[in-house]
Structures are given as C-alpha cells and as structure tokens.
C-alpha cells in the first residue's frame, strides 16, 4: 500500500480529525479503470453510493462521462456538479420525485414490473432521450454477508426470471444485474454463467446490459487481464449489447486515511482503550455494520498469541457502548494527542458518515500532487445544528 504524504507540518494547519485524499492515488485509480474501459470496449461509470465528493470531479471527468445515481439527490448531483444526466437505479421512486429523476437521467432503472408500468411512459414524457431498464436478479451471488448481497434469499431487489414475460414491453431497452461486492474477477466470471443462463434469451430484445458495481479492479490482486477477457467474450457473444460496469470501491480504493488523534487512555478489566476523537459509528460504519478490522498505519491486529507489544482497544468518541474495535498491537505506548491513522477510509466513509451524538465530524482535505494540502470542507456546529431544522 502506498502510504499518504502528508507529513505533520502540513496536518498540523488543521485542527482535528480529517480525511485526506491523494490526488496521486485516485489518479492511479482513475487511470487503470479508463484503461480497462478501452480495451473491453464497455463503459465505467462511478456509482455515487460508494464516493461523492463532487469537489473532485474536474478530475473524474478527465477519465470518464458518467455517474450512476440511487436518489434524486444523487441524480442532482450528477446533473448539476458532474455535468452529465445519471444512471439511475432506485428501488422505488415515487410520485413526487419521479419527474425530477427523470430529467436528471440518461437511463432510469426500475426495480420491478409493477414500477416500470406506473412510472415507465410517464418518465419518458417528461425526457424523452431517457433509456429504460429493469433490474433482474440471477438468484446467484458469492457475497458472504447477507447484509451486503442483494441476491439473498427473500431479496427485494430485482426480477427474477420466473417472472418475466417471453416479450418484454415497450421501450425497455436494458438489464441491470448488480451481485457483487469488492468481488474479483473469478466470481464475475462465475456469476456470469449464471447471468446468461437466466436472462440470454431476452439479450436480442435489449440495448445494453449493466452488471454493477462490486468489481474492485483496482485492488492490488484483482486478475485485471482475466476481467478484460471476460468482457470482450461477453461482447463477441452479444455484439449488440452495450455494456455498463458502475463500480465505486475501485475509485477510491486506497486513495487515503482518515487521520485522528489519541484524547484519552483508560483501563478496564485489563483492557486498555486508546480513545479517539472520531468514532466508527459516525465515521467508519461499515467497520461496525460489516464488520471489518480496518487497517491502522503502524500496528497489527492482535490475536490470542500476541504477547510483545502494546495492546490497546481503539474506541470512539459516541455514547454507543459498543463504538469500538479491538484489539491491536502498537510497537510503542499511545500517548495522548499521538496521531492514529486508518487507512482507505475514503470510499463508502465519506458517504455514509453521520453527526450522531454532535460528535465533531472530520474536515475533508485533499493532498495535491504538487504536495499542497488543500482543505475541502470543515464542518461545525452550524452543519449539525441545520441538519435538525
């Protein structure tokens, strides 16, 4: 992994926790992504729901045209910062977003056929360049947690194919087909099988086919080469058929820490906590909600055999007893204002934070390639107060 730059003169301008985002990295990211888009010949769109910091997408646009919206305020964004209409896949829309979403939109995905025929003529007539889809599910995933795998048993996501008609209606010109989570190209290649033997025979009957996000092609193991041939033998089998990848992980894969400081040490039944001043709970949440040991820059993960080192607990700042993570193994004692470093905490993170507790959120910063620390966004008591009005 190659590690941030900044060093502690340029994070001691900033007063607090922060994320920080390497120009560096999320270029390397973008570069590999375009690459892959160019020699499948399918086109690579950043899904939202993973990575939104519109700040940054002069940058993106340097690379790729599109973005893929699960909201209207996803599909806005699209529109308005981005600068391009949305893919846009909801599980439900509703009337009175419907119209919005739809002129925010280059192609608008509905979930099931009962939303399809509610809303499907009326989006078209509000944007009439609009390209319809439907969402199918392949009954197949490898996504070990049930929490994170839309084809667990008893889904709401998706059309099986049980429930398709031989001719599907008018103006539906494509499939989504989202399975995947921070998966390789060996289970894309597996579930694909899958793919075509439910839904190959109304590929003739489609425009295009979007398989997803979940492809973490910029994971230092993914098996690129082996991805490029799966999607060039898709594209010999169905010439037709324009294909849509709408990864987010893989954008901002290790593109940055989130940095916070040590602001206490305490002690319980042997068990010694190094409390933060940021909290997995508002700022980390998969950590909790998958879960996952994140990755903190100088220590190992403790196991039962660890008997060298310092061992300490790391614990948030919120009222939740159980906002913290454990146990691992520094070289030296924590002090307090010590700085702790998790590493890739740009991607799901900077979307999913909250301000629960009032807990003061942490500044999104941006480390330029020219080493320049520009910072982004600080927030404040106002940010907190004005999301209870």
């Known amino acids: ?15 607090g926790p922060a994320y920080i985002i390497e120009e560096d990295l999320l270029r390397r990211n973008l570069s590999l992504i375009k690459s892959v888009a160019e020699r499948a010949d399918v086109q690579i769109i950043l899904a939202f729901k993973a990575f939104a910091l519109w700040k940054t997408f002069p940058i993106f646009r340097e690379y790729i045209s599109a973005t893929t919206a699960s909201s209207l305020c996803e599909a806005r964004l699209a529109f308005e910062e981005f600068k391009s209409p949305a893919h846009t896949f909801s599980p439900a829309y509703t009337d009175y977003e419907i119209d919005e979403i739809a002129r925010c939109s280059s192609h608008l995905t509905f979930n099931s ?17 609009l390209s319809l889809g439907l969402r199918v ?37 494509g499939f989504h087909c989202h399975c995947h989570c921070e998966s390789g190209a060996d289970v894309f290649e597996r579930t694909l099988i899958h793919i075509e033997e439910k839904f190959a025979r109304w590929f003739p009957q489609l425009k295009w086919m979007n398989f997803g996000g979940g492809h973490l092609m910029t994971r230092k193991d993914y098996d690129v080469e082996r991805l490029i041939r ?5 594209k010999n089998r169905y010439p037709w058929l324009k294909v849509i990848l709408e990864p987010g992980s893989a954008f901002a894969w290790q593109t940055g820490p989130l940095v916070s400081q040590v602001v206490d040490i305490v002690e319980n039944k ?44 790391l614990g948030g700042n919120s009222c939740l007893s159980g906002d913290f993570m ?10 307090v204002g010590e ?19 009032g807990i003061s959120h942490p500044s999104i910063c941006f480390l330029h390639s020219n080493g320049d620390l520009e910072l982004l966004r600080q927030f404040g008591y106002d940010d907190y107060k004005n999301r209870m009005d």
């Open 1 to 15: 992994m190659q590690e941030v730059k900044v060093d502690n003169k340029l994070f001691e301008e900033i007063e």
């Open 137 to 173: 599910n392949p009954e197949y995933s490898e996504v070990g947690t049930d929490l994170y795998n839309p084809c667990a048993p008893g889904t709401r996501f998706g059309v099986m194919a049980d429930n398709l008609p031989e001719t599907l209606p008018p103006h539906l010109e």
């Open 230 to 234: 799966i999607l060039q033998g898709f």
């Open 270 to 313: 042997g068990i010694t906590t190094a409390i933060l001043n940021v909290s997995f709970t508002c700022h980390m949440p998969d950590c909790l909600e998958m879960p996952y040991m994140p990755e903190v820059r100088g220590a190992k993960v403790a196991d039962d055999n660890s008997t060298s080192g310092y061992r300490y607990r």
């Open 113 to 129: 056929l009962s939303q399809f025929n509610r809303y499907g003529l009326r989006a078209l007539q509000t944007n009439k360049s």
């Open 326 to 335: 454990g146990d691992w193994i520094f070289d030296h004692e924590l002090k």
């Open 339 to 357: 700085r702790v470093i998790f590493e890739d905490m740009i991607h799901y993170t900077t979307v999913k934070t909250n301000m629960f507790n």
